[in-house]
């Protein structure tokens, strides 16, 4: 079974320009995460999705972020214009379904550099 | 509101020492709880986890955890460290009846030979 997918793996931009990561979750999961990872912490939650609707956004900076799933499966997460303090690991995760006993799988993450 | 403490950023064992990694968390109801790992330049991957039944958890790689309600620990171990065990460990509370996995800070296993 092939995991959650992210891409790119590496990426550096300079501070107000805009950036873009995807993410294709594991087959026939129906919830979607995007976590931010800041260097020496735990990963915070930013956006969730169940299909293609939006659960809990309520810890996305929406002046800058903005996340969406068309069709219920690939993901996008964008910054515009990004900011210093946005350097982090942006992980996405899917699950089988909403609630707290079903596990999640994380991809590999986007390493985020903001000069 | 929930929280997850995890007791020393760094933890340093010798190989074939006994790992012991400490996490608290805040709830006034006992939340599903979880170990996850994660080795550099990769994501989160899951050791285990408790939702209900027996408090004694047993994961992968020969680790595991138990669950004490009347300490609010979830404590990970594993009898011997083996130098693949070297990664950072977090632990992580998710409210029964929320979707929402709440992430402790980590913390990095060094494994010496």
């Known amino acids: 079974e092939a995991g959650v997918a992210q891409s790119p793996r590496y990426k550096i931009i300079e501070k107000r320009q805009s950036v873009a990561f995807w993410c294709n979750p594991i087959s026939g999961h129906a919830t979607l995460y995007w976590y931010q990872q800041i260097l020496g912490q735990g990963p915070k939650l930013l956006i969730q999705?169940?299909?293609?609707?939006?659960?809990?956004d309520s810890q996305l900076p929406k002046d800058r972020f903005s996340a969406e799933r068309l069709k219920g499966v690939d993901s996008t997460l964008k910054i515009q214009p990004a900011k210093l303090e946005d350097s982090a690991v942006y992980l996405c995760?899917?699950?089988?379904?909403?609630?707290?006993?079903?596990?999640?799988?994380f991809g590999p993450g986007t390493r985020l550099t903001v000069t | 509101a929930q929280s997850v403490t995890q007791l020393g950023s760094h933890v340093s064992v010798s190989e074939g020492a006994l790992v012991l990694l400490r996490c608290n968390y805040s709830s006034s109801v006992p939340p599903y709880l979880f170990w996850y790992v994660q080795y550099p330049n990769q994501g989160l991957q899951l050791l285990l986890k408790y939702t209900t039944g027996a408090t004694l958890v047993k994961g992968i790689n020969g680790f595991e955890a138990e669950f004490k309600k009347s300490e609010t620990s979830f404590h990970l171990t594993k009898p011997s460290a083996h130098m693949s065990d070297a990664a950072e460990y977090f632990c992580?509370?998710?409210?029964?009846?929320?979707?929402?996995?709440?992430f402790g800070s980590g913390t990095r296993l060094l494994v010496r030979p």
């Open positions: 995760a899917s699950s089988l379904g909403e609630g707290g006993a079903y596990e999640q799988y």
């Open positions: 992580a509370v998710g409210p029964v009846g929320s979707y929402k996995l709440i």
């Open positions: 999705f169940q299909n293609n609707g939006v659960v809990d």
